[in-house]
DNA sequence: TCGATTTGCCAAAACGTTTTGAGTAGGAAG
DNA sequence: CTTCCTACTCAAAACGTTTTGGCAAATCGA
């Protein structure tokens, strides 16, 4: 299987330079028609195919963009959220010229190698980053990189840095409140880790719905489950177990819902009869379960899309937007009902 | 934010020539160690980083493995069998100096670029594919490249082909045989995309199970959901409405099997009593959906995990295994029971 | 007719590495 | 005093592109 041919190939088939055959083939101006098309030809023929590894050494544009995720892990098939951003990236990026690559790291892992060298060392058109933890070397590395770079579910803004993320804080206080509504008084909040963004917001949002709502807030019904069932399980069961008077649950994810409704099952105590639980996600798993929980939908395909799009515009250079907040969604279900 | 140092800033800067400056740097005998100790301070101190671009050039070594897949769909989200070789790819390469890009195909894209320009483009030092179809141009084409290639789920070897799958046969066979042992004798088998290897096989082992258990083959009991659920059901409600003996239903997906058992839902046929089902997969719904579903799992992630051992080894020259087979194993749950 | 412009083409430099072949200096061996 | 090693260093070429500046011929304007 002999080598791809080159200009070079093409040159010496033709006649012409290398010089012409570039730029024939790269649609200037300056190339007569005829010599266009017999270089055109004579190119198909070869089977030539541009490298792309030569080109960027010279344009600096590596026509790749990187998709940086922290924590690649099999565990999250449960939640797909990775996945469907993957998914949406993918898609979009399919209809352009540009390829992504992988990147998983983690936060032992940046202490290795920057975010600098990174995008440096493979010449990055630009950067999606997915699950970066708030205090991540990363993340303030990225604020002021001179490679464009779209955060997902971190608004931070920079020179080239933008992001898009959903109305967390008000779906959020959305759920809540109907709890309030349902009767529900004494509400227990299932917090995800506390190094994520979401966590944090979630949480305040669940403080301040409360508050609006004319209920005080108890610290004690605030529990964290690090965004693990088996922790959730573990956390819901220890406070159930002292707090009867607990009537419902706000988790910030539906996996840990999963953990609490475990742990429920394992003190007889009946959902939504007992105890109204409502997720966050709305993962597959959670119309299949029963009872089926009652949750928040959020749109990570829609995300990756919006985030690759909007990278390719920062790439590009035409100004636009900077940030993009979608839509979620109160999904009710089976797993709430009236105190 | 500047642009990061080169190998001519570290020259200039510590007196060098770029030379030296390399090979110091790549661990070469011949500089003194006073100097590579110089130029490793320097070089630390200006945060270099190798230019992979440059070095890819003339290496021909583009540190890149492909990741081929096609059909990358957001659908796939209730399999996550994809996600899941994709999870066992980057493991173990993240212990690597390797890095790879996704690249999603599908048999319509194979028309505009063949599988040598996708490598040669990027010079992809190896590549992985999964979910090609059986007649595929880049099937042949991969077979008999010069870049390595591993292919899940497709048996070819080549000259530097490998492969990596299950054994899909006798698990299936298993699975047949089970419900035969049960006293089923109708037994029905839910097919997937004609065009998909495991389709062909997993058919072939039906066919041959039961053979072996003395049952005649009844073509009209083979039908075809193409992977997915709803057509799934739709076959299955057709084939279950005209007749009504038959008592099982085996089928080469899990996902096909959810649509199976809708159809059985709609039609009031009780599972496992009056309609035994098995599926394939083991994906995370199925012991979650009510009854939990019989079915036969597959190790995605082991998959996709020695898959790329494999390629490195096929990279790197080192000869060993050109083929693999996993286990798969028939998990017994709720869907089926005796005649 | 002559100068000016346009058209079509090209040589050479550049991108940041690695690799090759050769060179220098110093010491050891004869 | 040569000759030969050894240890270290480097200049130059190469990888396959794009880009720059310019050159020759053809066309145009007057």
Redo the contacts with the bound molecule.
Sequence with gaps: MK?????????RET????????????G?????????TKIEQTAKRLG????I????????QSKTIGFIVTDLKRESIKDNFMYETLCGVSDTLASTTYEFVVLSTSTAKQKNKTYRQICAERQLDGVVIQGLKIEDPYLIEAMDSDTPCVLIDIPIEGEKAAYVTSNQFESAKQAVKYLRRMGHEKIAYMNGSEHAHVSQIRKKAYEEALRETGVELDPALVVNGDFEEEMARRAALHLLLNRSDVSAFFCASDVMALGVMQAAKELGIQIPKDLSVIGFDNILLSRYITPKLTTISQQPYEMGSAAAEMLIQLIEGHDGERQIELKNELILRESTSNR
Excluded: C, H, M, Q
């Design positions: 080598e791809l041919a080159t200009l070079k190939d093409i040159a006649g012409f330079s290398v010089t012409t055959v570039s730029r024939a083939l790269n200037y101006f300056d190339v007569s028609e005829g010599t266009r030539y195919s541009p490298n590894i030569a080109r960027s050494l010279v344009t600096k």
